[in-house]
């Protein structure tokens, strides 16, 4: 199993920035290299893609709405992936959710993701 907790999500104002992270831990995740990702949700709306990255961090995917203002990496020594977000909207409130699977490819396909994090909040005020 794999266990995911997100940490650094609050309150902003539009135009500003937040640092998201995720730590991994548990025995699956230790044994595979896994990719990780982000997601976000907003009441009454499927859960979307946000950002996703390979277990070497070679590479990198991004929603169109995350291109140009978000940026994803990771630290396998500390089992850790952050998402950097800068010049945030009001639109990118949300929950955002930490995620994992072995495979890198389909990464933004939510349903199936086999590991989640609880989510984190993110609030950006106009």
């Known amino acids: 199993q794999v266990q995911l907790v997100e940490s650094g999500g609050g309150l902003v104002q539009a135009g500003g920035s937040l640092r998201l992270s995720c730590a991994a831990s548990?025995?699956?995740?230790?044994?595979?290299?896994?990719?990780m990702g982000w997601f976000r949700q907003t009441p009454g709306k499927e859960r979307e893609f946000v950002a996703a990255?390979?277990?070497?961090?070679?590479?990198?995917n991004y929603a169109d709405s995350a291109k140009g203002r978000f940026t994803i990496s990771r630290d396998n020594a500390k089992s850790t992936v952050h998402l950097q977000m800068n010049s945030l909207k009001a639109e990118d409130t949300a929950v955002y959710y930490c995620?994992?699977?072995?495979?890198?490819?389909?990464?933004?396909?939510?349903?199936?993701?086999?590991?989640w994090g609880k989510g984190t909040l993110v609030t950006v005020s106009s």
């Open positions: 995620a994992a699977k072995e495979v890198y490819s389909d990464f933004s396909y939510a349903g199936g993701m086999p590991y």
């Open positions: 548990g025995r699956t995740f230790s044994n595979y290299a896994m990719a």
């Open positions: 990255i390979s277990w070497s961090g070679a590479r990198t």
